[in-house]
């Protein structure tokens, strides 16, 4: 126990060393972060009348985040899978950081829902006994036990494993063996849960679609890896912890075959919206070619569709077996399905309205800037699990150190 | 690939992490955590216009609804009036009204008479206590009145948002739509704390000291019923009907969600729903669906029923028909 207190003392002091590069880039993170903070402390005060949501479109930047984001957490067991089923090891050198990543992403996750509440200081309502639980009725009860269950699955792997390696001591699998299993059916289930959010709803017919569980995970195993892929090579070259070229080519060919049926299932879609016109179709219709003169969306998606194009065909060409190939394609991928998947998703869902009326929705400039404040905060919090985990993953953060000179 | 880290954490840096620390470092430290403060006091600031009184330690303890007593709700509702009182100058009487044995409530619309004057929905504004901007603001009313194409029933084709002149126009016909308190409700099932729920005489209500403001409930109605408080509602002294039920029209605050519920402070009192009162064409046929004589069970035995969205499943108590 009290080793674990001097652990967790010198974490904290870790924290603070760095170079004047990691207290710029920290700053900078905080900075955006407080920004965030305060247009929220606005929203809080004001109400959600601080952003341009509407009866008609009741969810907007936020949810879309979150949608997007339950997905990037998903995907670290895109890391887990290769590591522990297929005995990789050089995909152990990285799947801590997936799953670090998967913790960040998944407060992030909260965070988004958290600021969508009318009421979250209610949110112990959520929480029995405090409240009460409306499950298993709700797939938004489901949605929280798995987020939540996700997390602490993650943090718990991740700690464990960090804790071993600081005391330099074999890790006992029965700790974390059946979790590292357990969390590869939890990644399955939270971007699953996330999708019959909105497929559970039979009055929207955009939502109302079996592809859409499909979609969602297909497409959360090409964003995550090209985040992981573009971390990993920030990692590379900015600590001292080598990663190899291995892990970011297994995870390309990961990313390759997820966005080969990733586009294959939005074909299948886009066939069964726009071959025979129903009036199913009238949302598909608003999102890529506009409705009676409204088309905010038009151009958000056909950029989508254009990156998610580059990126397959960097993906599947030559290309991406050269870094500079494979980072471009990782970021067009990324925000092409940040968009598609985000705002092409929820938005189309309530344009038109449940009645027929089109009420267009863009974020406004204080939902940006929380939205913003959330993206920093995550990686806020992404890079400070880095700076203290990779001195422990390296050896040079220990219990027993070897000190050079002797302790004062 | 080369690899040179031009680190972040060096072994030098390692080491004094093991060391105690300098009192140099300390008064560093505690600079930048002063720093850190500041800034986040700076974004908090916005807090401090909150309204006194707008979250207190009761309203977070408060229970749902129907695990509180009666003493706790007459409590609760006093304490509600007393607030009104010193906010608007007007004293409500909140009431409690619970279902009648024996009543299930049905409404049907008969779209041959309606000429979608809107009289109903601004009727239902000034009975539930909407939020409104001005005399003509009837977004936030249950009642949403569709200016319809002749030749179909098409949703897609329809304005909600129509100014002709006079009403009806000639090559239109109106539907108004408003909350169907279906029998299987999407928005009661998806609901994670239970906020909302069907009462035994089939009404949806929402207790607004429960609901946390997720909309999920939004997204799953079919009719597009539910309004949601995005702001704290604007109402005039004036305005206020002080006829109010805890449960259905009494003011609300930002933040939740609200509906239609068939005017329950009037029907569970033995009165028609305001926008039935109101309707000058007589379109609006409202009573007990468990009366084998009510003029509701009439209609539905006997004339051309519709109902809207029938293959979603909802199962509603709301019926459209047709006189001919």
Sequence with gaps: MRDYVTFLFRVWRLSWQGSWKFYAWMTLLSVVSLVGLNAYAHQFVEGLQTSNMTNQVSWGAYIANFTFLVGVAAAAVMLVIPAYIYKKDYMHEVVLFGELLAIAVIVMCLLFVTVDLGHPERFHHMIPPFGIFNFPGSILSWDVIVLNGYLLLNMHIAGYLLYCRYQHRQPTKKFYIPFVFLSILWAVSIHTVTAFLYVGLAGRAYWHHPLVPARFLASAFVAGPSLMILAFQVIRRVTRYYIGDQPIFTLRMIMTVAMIINMFLLGCELFTEFYYPTQHATAAHYLYFGLHGHHALVPWIWSAMALDFVGLVLLVSPWSRRIVGLNLACVACFIGIWIEKGFGLIIPGFVPSALGQIVEYLPSRNETLVCLGIWAFGTLMFSWMLHVAIPIMNGSLRANPELSSPTQ | ?324
């Design chain 2, 1 to 324: 690939m080369s690899h040179e880290p031009q680190d972040t954490v060096s072994p030098k840096t390692i080491e004094q992490v093991y060391q105690p620390m300098k009192r140099r470092t300390f008064l560093k430290g505690t600079a930048a955590a002063m720093v850190g403060m500041a800034g986040l006091v700076a974004a908090l600031k916005p807090l401090l216009a909150l309204e006194r009184g707008e979250i207190t330690i009761d309203d977070l303890l408060q229970k749902h609804y129907r695990q509180l007593t009666p003493e706790d709700l007459q409590r609760i509702m006093q304490s509600l009036e007393a607030k009104c009182q010193q906010e608007y100058g007007v004293r409500p009487t909140i009431r409690d009204l619970k279902p009648l044995d024996g009543v299930e409530f049905g409404y049907a619309l008969n779209l041959t008479r309606c000429i979608g004057c809107r009289k109903c929905a601004h009727a239902c504004v000034a009975e539930n206590n909407q939020s409104r901007d001005d005399a003509n603001d009837i977004e936030m009313s249950y009642i949403r009145v569709l200016e319809m194409k002749k030749g179909s029933i098409n949703l897609e084709t329809s304005t909600a948002f129509y100014d002709p002149e006079t009403v009806p126009q000639k090559d239109k016909y109106y539907m108004p739509v408003q909350c169907h308190q279906c029998a299987e409700s999407p928005c009661t099932k998806v609901c994670p704390v239970q906020a909302t729920w069907p009462e035994k005489d089939g009404v949806i209500v929402v207790d607004y000291n429960w609901c946390i403001g997720c909309r999920y409930c939004m997204a799953a109605c079919p009719y597009d019923a539910r309004r949601f408080n995005y702001k704290k509602p604007t109402i005039k002294p004036e305005q206020i009907n002080p006829n109010q039920n805890y449960l259905s029209n009494r003011l609300r605050p930002k933040g939740v969600v609200e509906k239609c519920t068939f005017c329950l402070q009037r029907t569970r009192a033995g009165k028609y729903p305001a926008c039935l009162e109101v309707c000058p064409t007589g379109a609006r046929v409202f009573g007990n669906l468990l009366d084998p004589n009510s003029e509701i069970n009439y209609i539905l035995n006997n004339k051309r029923v519709y109902i809207l969205k029938e293959d979603v499943g909802t199962q509603p108590r709301f019926y459209y028909f047709f006189d001919k």
